[in-house]
C-alpha cells in the first residue's frame, strides 16, 4: 500500500472508528490493527491525535459539503430537499454510525481546540444552508415557518442530531425515520396566526 493509500485508509478508518466508538475511544494502535500497520506508521503519517482530528473534520464537512451540493441539484423543491438532507443521516445507522461531527460534539470538552473549531464550522455551513432552504419554501409557500428561518433550521438541525442518537441508542432506525418525518411535517403545517 502506497502512502497516499494509507493516508486515505487511515482516515477512513478513523473516520469509521469516531462515528460508531467516538474520538476519545479509539486508539492509534486500534487504527494500526484496523490499517494493517505499525503504530509508528499511523505517527508517520499524522504525528499527533489532534492533527488527525482536524483532518478527520475537514474531509468531512467538504464531503458533507458536496452532498448538500447535489441536494441542491437534484430536489425538485425545499420539503424535498430537506427529506434529502434527513436521509444523509439515515445512512449511517444501518451500520451504527452517527454524525462524526455529532459525536465529537458530544465529547468536545475533551477534544482538542482546533478539532472543536472545525465541528463548529461544520454546524454553521448546516445551519446556513438549512436556513437557506427553509427561506425558499417560505417564499415559494411550500413551507410555513412558524419561527423565523434561522431559528427553525438550528432546530432541524438539532432534531436530526438527536433523533440520530436516539434511534441508534435503541438500534431503531425507524425511530429516526418517524421523528425527522413529523419535523419537516411541523414545517408544512400552517402554523395558524402569529402570537402578538
Same mark, same amino acid.
Given at each position: 500500500?502506497?502512502?497516499?493509500?494509507?493516508?486515505?485508509?487511515?482516515?477512513?478508518?478513523?473516520?469509521?472508528?469516531?462515528?460508531?466508538?467516538?474520538?476519545?475511544?479509539?486508539?492509534?494502535?486500534?487504527?494500526?490493527?484496523? &490499517?494493517?500497520?505499525?503504530?509508528?506508521?499511523? %505517527?508517520?503519517?499524522?504525528?499527533?491525535?489532534?492533527?488527525?482530528? &482536524?483532518?478527520?473534520?475537514?474531509?468531512?464537512?467538504?464531503?458533507?459539503?458536496?452532498?448538500?451540493?447535489?441536494?441542491?441539484?437534484?430536489?425538485?423543491?425545499?420539503?424535498?430537499?430537506? %427529506?434529502?438532507?434527513?436521509?444523509?443521516?439515515?445512512?449511517?445507522?444501518?451500520?451504527?454510525?452517527?454524525?462524526?461531527?455529532?459525536?465529537?460534539?458530544?465529547?468536545?470538552?475533551?477534544?482538542p481546540p482546533a478539532v472543536a473549531a472545525? &465541528?463548529?464550522?461544520?454546524?454553521?455551513?448546516?445551519?446556513?444552508?438549512?436556513?437557506?432552504?427553509?427561506?425558499?419554501?417560505? %417564499?415559494?409557500?411550500?413551507?410555513?415557518?412558524?419561527?423565523?428561518?434561522?431559528? %427553525?433550521?438550528?432546530?432541524?438541525?438539532?432534531?436530526?442530531?438527536?433523533?440520530?442518537?436516539?434511534?441508534?441508542?435503541?438500534?431503531?432506525?425507524?425511530?429516526?425515520?418517524?421523528?425527522?418525518?413529523?419535523?419537516?411535517?411541523?414545517?408544512?403545517?400552517?402554523?395558524?396566526?402569529?402570537?402578538?
Amino acid at each position: 500500500m502506497d502512502r497516499v493509500d494509507t493516508r486515505g485508509a487511515l482516515l477512513d478508518h478513523a473516520t469509521r472508528l469516531v462515528r460508531t466508538r467516538g474520538y476519545a475511544a479509539f486508539s492509534y494502535a486500534d487504527l494500526a490493527a484496523a &490499517v494493517g500497520i505499525r503504530k509508528a506508521s499511523v %505517527h508517520h503519517h499524522f504525528a499527533t491525535k489532534e492533527l488527525l482530528g &482536524v483532518e478527520l473534520v475537514s474531509r468531512y464537512t467538504e464531503r458533507f459539503q458536496a452532498r448538500l451540493a447535489d441536494i441542491d441539484h437534484h430536489a425538485t423543491d425545499p420539503v424535498d430537499a430537506l %427529506h434529502r438532507y434527513a436521509a444523509l443521516y439515515r445512512e449511517g445507522l444501518s451500520t451504527g454510525e452517527a454524525c462524526l461531527c455529532g459525536v465529537i460534539a458530544a465529547e468536545v470538552a475533551a477534544v482538542p481546540p482546533a478539532v472543536a473549531a472545525g &465541528v463548529a464550522d461544520f454546524f454553521h455551513l448546516n445551519r446556513t444552508w438549512l436556513t437557506t432552504v427553509i427561506e425558499s419554501g417560505k %417564499h415559494s409557500g411550500v413551507l410555513n415557518p412558524s419561527q423565523p428561518p434561522p431559528a %427553525h433550521a438550528a432546530t432541524f438541525l438539532s432534531t436530526m442530531q438527536g433523533a440520530t442518537l436516539i434511534a441508534r441508542a435503541h438500534n431503531d432506525p425507524p425511530t429516526f425515520t418517524i421523528t425527522t418525518t413529523t419535523a419537516i411535517a411541523m414545517l408544512t403545517t400552517d402554523p395558524g396566526p402569529s402570537l402578538p
